[in-house]
């Protein structure tokens, strides 16, 4: 038998308690081993939840506890997550994490302690909620050099764009909407900012370059500016508008960014809708690799935790080879970064040549029944060839990067 111990009993923690309650035969066999919940950190009580009966309240508790062989940290935010997973590794004790904020900000120095400690540091559910994106990077795709990762990773934020695509209502509309459903939290800033995304593709890109990607380093926007006439727009491109978080490898190095994208209606992340995200890989071998699911979520994300717990009891006294270096991975200037832009322009006298001649070309979108402006499709720029573009004309109404 094998004991753990979950922190915190909210939305996942319970999630997990549940999960090991349900399929408990099944994840046994699995294991190989019984799989035994012996305690719940927590500062709340719970009446009449049948957790009452191994809820603690002390955290020495379980780390003393030389009987509990994995901690499940599912507390949320980087104190006192931190200093209980740390001090779990070094007394020999596997963790395995659903924190995105924690693996973003220490995963390096976690790993590696975990690896002179022979235990292990997982966290597939830190990304994607119940998508398996960080095992498949860890060890199914090791014969790849990744090239691409691009992905719809925030659920919050696609539920409110998809909304906005086919009601057509406006954001401050369909974010109501969506905190009233419990998509968005009161404060919906993490999501709609696109931080939480950010935090994110920064685990991901550092798994695929096997360096520290720091998300404070990527260049990140939300989503608060798009508007239902983007969506007019992107109708009439036959595209769909997805918050994107993406790394890619060039020849002139690594770069990562989360932004809006206006993404043809063949790409594969377009049919993305609702609460669902995906995950785009591009291999330099096995090429493209997508990976769909409920991205976030009580008992998706629980089944991914549990699922690195499972791999946990497996491996009790062999530490799994994960490639992820505190050494710092530089990333190019943003303004170095080639894309295609759309853009919405004030449609006076002369500003389709002034967009012909600031932009060398490019593709004129104009939709039935307005006048006041138009659309516009560059060519491939480096971000700074569009801002200089874009200041020269003027009367820029909004952008938002294109991939047609």
Sequence with gaps: MVNI????????????????????????????????????????????????????????????????????????????????????????????????????????????????????????????????????????????????ISGILNGTTNFILTSMSKDGLDFDTVLKK?????????????????????????????????????????????????????????DKLDAAIKLIGSSR???????????PRMICSEHPLAGVNGVMNAIFVKGNVLGDVMFYGAGAGKLPTASAVVSDVVDAVKHIGTNIMTIWSTEKMPLLDVKDVESRFFIRVKNDDGMQ???EAAFGGGEIVALDGVSDEIGFVTGMLK?????????SIGGVISMIRYEG
């Excluded at 190989?32 to 927590?42: C, R, S, T």
């Excluded at 007394?91 to 976690?110: I, M």
């Excluded at 696109?194 to 939300?222: F, M, N, P, W």
């Excluded at 490898?249 to 932004?259: D, L, N, P, R, T």
């Design 5 to 148: 111990a979950v922190l915190g009993y909210g939305t996942v923690g319970s999630g997990v308690a549940e999960v090991l309650r349900t399929n408990q035969e099944s994840i046994n066999n699995r294991a190989g081993q019984e799989i035994n919940l012996k305690y719940v950190l927590d500062l709340r009580d719970f009446p009449g939840d049948a957790v009452e009966k191994i809820l603690v309240h002390d955290y020495d508790i379980i780390l003393n506890d030389d009987d509990v062989k994995i901690v499940v940290e599912v507390m949320g935010g980087v104190n006192p997550a931190y200093n209980f997973v740390k001090s779990a590794l070094l007394k020999g004790k596997s963790v395995c994490t659903s924190n995105k904020e924690l693996v973003a900000k220490h995963g390096a120095e976690l790993i590696e302690i975990a690896k002179e400690n022979r235990v292990n540091f997982l966290f597939e559910a830190s990304v994607g909620g119940g998508i398996p994106i960080i095992r498949p990077l860890n060890q199914s795709l090791t014969a790849d050099e990744i090239v691409e």
């Design 178 to 234: 969506a905190q009233e459903l419990g998509y968005a939290e009161r404060n919906p800033e993490a999501d709609v900012e696109g931080y939480d995304a950010c935090r994110k593709i920064a685990i991901l890109s550092s798994l695929a370059c096997g360096h520290q990607v720091d998300y404070e380093d990527i260049h990140t926007e939300g989503i608060t500016k798009i508007t239902d006439m983007d969506f007019r727009y992107a």
């Design 249 to 259: 490898k060039s020849e002139k190095g690594f770069c990562a960014m989360v932004a």
């Design 353 to 355: 040549d002034k967009l």
């Design 383 to 391: 971000e700074r060839e569009y801002e200089a573009a874009a200041d």
